[in-house]
Each structure stands twice: as structure tokens, then as C-alpha cells.
């Protein structure tokens, strides 16, 4: 019998946190499912406790440098069921969530596409219900913390079931056909926006992005400076720079030159602080202003520009 849906997560080498979200989906499952993780760069061990331990989890090697959307392309290429549950490795779920946003479908539009739950972190905060349309203006407030994802809106923080406008890339249900159609995840981006980008196109497209705001999932998303960050920031303020111009040269110069300046700025202000362990949070905030100048205007693509600055981190 073929899968109702098709559960895809990206896993980098983290057993610590694939383990209880896997326990929670097989715990609060009831449909039938298949369930693919992409061992992203995974140690020989951890492959090894991965296929022991969660024998009924197809497992796709990622040994290559890739991005979140290629890495789940490579297991969304394989997906049987009608529906695709696309689920970060550090949340899990208490209750049976993607039952129910399967059957939120039943309520929905054909033109429905996507089903999100209400996203939380441990302590009860809410991360999203809900995603408004994104602009070149709203990323400007983004990028200085001034947004708040959590004021309600027509697309954000309502009741029940609900029409948003674009998704989180932390946990949603598709229809396969549809996420399909669309060419699965751009892979333009590196690291975000492609979830922001997939939304958009579906609305676009006229297909319905909804919410369950009654359906809550968990997500931990830690906080910590990592060393990597000078790598991955850079190539996700460049995928954001392309997305929110959107072909327009002029609307990308001047959201770049508004993002060099900001960083500037930070980096001024390094200049004050002890930055000379690189390890320490300090060192890693300056290095990362540092890099995001550098690729504003260079014509890497976001995944180079990773690339380079990850070899960069390896050689030290």
C-alpha cells in the first residue's frame, strides 16, 4: 500500500535531536507514511546508530556540500505519498499533528496547497501561525530585529483553520503533485529564503497556503554563535538580496548597499570589543559582518559563497 504521506528531514550529522523527533512522529502517527532522513554529512557511527536504531527510515546519504533545499530535493525525488510533511530535525510533536493537517485537506479548496501547524518554541512562545507577504521593505525592518512575526494580521496569528500567505520551512504538509509541479524547492537558495520563495509562488500560482493554528508542533532552533555562521549568513543575506529584488538590478543595489551599510556598522563596533578568539562569539560576529560585505556585491552564487567561506574555516 503506498504512503498517505511522505515525511522529509534534513539531518546534519545530529543524532541528538533526529532521535526525539523521529520517536514523536512514530509515537503520534496513525496514517500510513514513509520516512525519508538525509544524513547530511554524517559520521560513520551516527549512520551507524541511525539505521539501527529507526530501522523503518529510509535513510539518504548527503556526503557533498548542499544546501536545505537541495538536500531535500534529494529525498522529495523519491516521495510516494499524496502529501509531503517537510519537518525540521530539532522539533517535535505531542500530539498527532500531521494527522491532522491531512485531514485540514478535507476542508480546504482544491486549490489548497499547503498546511502548516502553529509553530512554538519549548518555552511556549510562538514562533509563526501564520507568514504575511514578504517584501524588499519588510526585509529592511527584518534585518534589524524590527519585525514581529507574531502580531496579528489577515495572514498571521488567527484562529483555526486559516488562510496565510507564505509558510515556514520548519514544518509544513504539501500536496506532493503540486510541490511537485513547482519544481520542489528552488535551489537558487542556499540558505533561506526558499521557503518564503516557495510560498510566494504558490500564491502567485493561485494555489491556497493555510494554517492550523489548533495544531501545534515544537520547535527548539537553538541560539547559540556557532563558527559556521560566518559562512552561512553571508549566503543567506545574498539568497535573500535576489529574492526580494526580484530581477530588478536597481532594487538589488539598493537593498544591498542598505545591508553592506548595516553591516558596516556592526563591524565598527567590533572594533571595540576583544575579538581576537575567533572561536568566541565575538570573533565569529565580526567575521561574519566582515564576510557579508565581501558578498553583498560579488557575483558568487549563494552556495559559492558558502563554499568559500567554509573552506576558508576548515583551513584554520
Known amino acids: 500500500m503506498d504512503p498517505k504521506v511522505s515525511i522529509v528531514i534534513v539531518c546534519m550529522n545530529r543524532m541528538d535531536l533526529l532521535r526525539p523527533c523521529l520517536?514523536?512522529?512514530?509515537?503520534?502517527?496513525?496514517?500510513?507514511?514513509?520516512?525519508?532522513?538525509?544524513?547530511?554529512?554524517?559520521?560513520?557511527?551516527?549512520?551507524?546508530a541511525l539505521t539501527e536504531e529507526f530501522p523503518w527510515v529510509e535513510v539518504v546519504r548527503s556526503d557533498e556540500i548542499r544546501g536545505f533545499s537541495e538536500n531535500n530535493n534529494l529525498a522529495l525525488r523519491k516521495a510516494r505519498g499524496e502529501y509531503v510533511f517537510i519537518v525540521n530535525d530539532d522539533t517535535y510533536i505531542d500530539s498527532p499533528v500531521i494527522d491532522s493537517l491531512v485531514a485540514d485537506f478535507g476542508k480546504l479548496p482544491d486549490n489548497a496547497a499547503v498546511v502548516s501547524p502553529k509553530i512554538v518554541f519549548p518555552d511556549g512562545q510562538v514562533q509563526t501561525c501564520g507568514r504575511q507577504k514578504f517584501t524588499g521593505w519588510g526585509y529592511t525592518l527584518r534585518y534589524l530585529h524590527f519585525n514581529?512575526?507574531?502580531?496579528?494580521?489577515?495572514?498571521?496569528?488567527?484562529?483555526?483553520?486559516?488562510?496565510?500567505?507564505t509558510l515556514n520551512g520548519a514544518a509544513f504538509l504539501a500536496k506532493t503533485k503540486i510541490f511537485k509541479r513547482l519544481g520542489w524547492f528552488d535551489e537558487t537558495y542556499f540558505f533561506t529564503p526558499e521557503d518564503v520563495a516557495l510560498g510566494t509562488r504558490m500564491n502567485e500560482e493561485g494555489y491556497g497556503v493555510y494554517t492550523d493554528a489548533d495544531v501545534i508542533l515544537y520547535h527548539i532552533a537553538g541560539s547559540t554563535a556557532s563558527p559556521l555562521e560566518a559562512a552561512i549568513k553571508p549566503a543567506r543575506v545574498k539568497g535573500a538580496l535576489m529574492f526580494y529584488s526580484r530581477g530588478s538590478r536597481l532594487a538589488y543595489y539598493l537593498l544591498g548597499a542598505y545591508c553592506w551599510c548595516v553591516e558596516a556598522a556592526r563591524s565598527f563596533k567590533y572594533l571595540f570589543k576583544d575579538c581576537s578568539d575567533p572561536a568566541s562569539k565575538n570573533g565569529i560576529m565580526?567575521?561574519?559582518?566582515?564576510?557579508?560585505?565581501?558578498?553583498?556585491f560579488s557575483p558568487l552564487t549563494p552556495k559559492e559563497i558558502f563554499i568559500r567561506y567554509y573552506n576558508l574555516l576548515r583551513s584554520k
Open 148 to 165: 514581529n512575526e507574531t502580531r496579528r494580521s489577515k495572514w498571521t496569528m488567527r484562529e483555526g483553520l486559516f488562510r496565510t500567505y
Open 286 to 296: 565580526s567575521a561574519t559582518a566582515r564576510n557579508v560585505r565581501h558578498s553583498i
Open 23 to 48: 520517536e514523536s512522529i512514530r509515537t503520534h502517527t496513525s496514517v500510513p507514511y514513509e520516512t525519508f532522513v538525509v544524513a547530511y554529512m554524517f559520521t560513520e557511527d551516527n549512520l551507524k
